[in-house]
Structures are given as structure tokens and as C-alpha cells.
């Protein structure tokens, strides 16, 4: 079974120019998480979808942060216009979801985003 | 809300000896999960244990274990012989369970290292 695939791997960008990371789940999980990981810590929640559509978004930053998941598959979560501070690893997670397993998550090898 | 508090920003630990993550957590949740995570160097983070809050047994994982301590909100990780591949980040984290409200919240991580 494959895992979830990220890319690219990493990505330097100077700052006020628009990034795009492209994340494809396990296939049959529903559940697609995107998290924003800083040098040092822990992985951050930034959006949940549930299929297509985005059930907690509370911690994405919509001013410059979107995101999609059109055909509730694949996502792509977007800066623009990144600033220095969005430097980080993003990370994707997926989930199977429903009864008794809603608590897995499976992680990707993560976006490594620098800007200068 | 939920908080993740992991003390020990970096530990040691002699091949094949036994080394104990601490973690504690907060959460107003009845039912919720909690988990340790690995993150190697440059790799992708995958689940090591899980225990669920409803369960008293402490849940263990060929050398890993936990020892679970609800009322004092506690939640450490025990690797038994270490071995030099389980120098990685772990991570402790507490999520609730069911629901569309379900998220990981992580803790900012230990740094172990297995010296030979």
C-alpha cells in the first residue's frame, strides 16, 4: 500500500512569491489533514477536510493560506504571498476515518519550505 | 482546548539500555486518545503506541510501552534495549475521539539520541 506522497519534498522561494504543495492521500482515506510543523516543535493543525470539504479551518491563516480538495482525493494548499515566517515543514496526514478509527493518522514526508 | 507539555527537549541513552519519555497532558474531553509518534532525521513521522483513555491496561508495543496515569494527567513513554535507529524526535500527542471535531494536538517534542 502506498503512502501518502507529498510534493515537492523542498521548495525555496523568495518572500511575496506565490508556493503550492500537492498532497495525495493513502487511497479510501477520507479524511486529509494539512499541518504546518516550525523548526523545533510539534506539527500544528491547519485544515481538515472530511472528502471535499473542509471541516475545521480554524487555524488557517485565510488571509494568504488557501486550500482545496476538489474531488475530495488529492489536495493542494497554497501561500500567497509567503512571507519569511511561513518557513517550515508542511506536513500532510490522511485518515481512514469512521467507527474505531478516526484516531489514525498517517503521515507524509512533509513540504520543506524556505523563504528568503 | 487541549495542551501537550513534553519537558525534556533532548535525552540520551546507551545502546540496549531503557530510556523514559515524560509527557503530560490537559483536556476537557471524556473520551480521548493519546499517542507518541517518531520522527526520524529527514524522515516521515509514523505512530509508535496508542492508549486509549477509557483503558486502564497500559499499552505496550514489542520494546515500547506507556505507563498511563489519567488522574495526574500523565502519559510516559518507556523504550526498552534501545536500539541506534530509535534516535528520532518523539512526540507526544492527545486527541479526542469521534465527531467533527476530532484533531491531534502535539506536544514540541524530545530529541533522542541512542549513542553506541
Known amino acids: 500500500e502506498a503512502g501518502v506522497v507529498q510534493s515537492p519534498r523542498y521548495k525555496i522561494i523568495e518572500k511575496k512569491q506565490p508556493v503550492a504543495f500537492w498532497c495525495n492521500p493513502i487511497s479510501g482515506h477520507n479524511t486529509l489533514y494539512w499541518y504546518l510543523q516550525n523548526l523545533g516543535q510539534g506539527p500544528e493543525l491547519l485544515i481538515r477536510?472530511?472528502?471535499?470539504?473542509?471541516?475545521?479551518d480554524s487555524q488557517l491563516p485565510k488571509d494568504r493560506f488557501s486550500a482545496e480538495r476538489l474531488k475530495g482525493v488529492d489536495s493542494t494548499l497554497k501561500i500567497q504571498p509567503a512571507e519569511l515566517g511561513d518557513s517550515a515543514v508542511y506536513l500532510c496526514?490522511?485518515?481512514?476515518?469512521?467507527?474505531?478509527?478516526?484516531?489514525?493518522?498517517?503521515f507524509g514526508p512533509g513540504t520543506r519550505l524556505t523563504v528568503t | 482546548a487541549q495542551t501537550v507539555t513534553q519537558s525534556q527537549p533532548e535525552m540520551s541513552v546507551q545502546e540496549a539500555e531503557t530510556v523514559t519519555l515524560s509527557c503530560t497532558y490537559d483536556?476537557?474531553?471524556?473520551?480521548?486518545?493519546l499517542f507518541w509518534y517518531k520522527q526520524p532525521p529527514s524522515r516521515q513521522m509514523i505512530l509508535v503506541i496508542r492508549q486509549e483513555a477509557y483503558k486502564q491496561q497500559n499499552a505496550t508495543e514489542n520494546r515500547f510501552s506507556v505507563n498511563f496515569q489519567k488522574a495526574a494527567k500523565s502519559f510516559s513513554l518507556k523504550i526498552s534495549d534501545s536500539q541506534l535507529g530509535d534516535t528520532a524526535m518523539y512526540f507526544c500527542a492527545c486527541g479526542n475521539s469521534g465527531g467533527s471535531n476530532y484533531k491531534l494536538t502535539f506536544g514540541k517534542g524530545t530529541l533522542l539520541t541512542v549513542n553506541p
Open positions: 483536556t476537557s474531553e471524556n473520551n480521548y486518545y
Open positions: 477536510y472530511e472528502n471535499e470539504e473542509a471541516v475545521d
Open positions: 496526514a490522511s485518515s481512514p476515518g469512521g467507527p474505531g478509527r478516526s484516531y489514525e493518522q498517517y
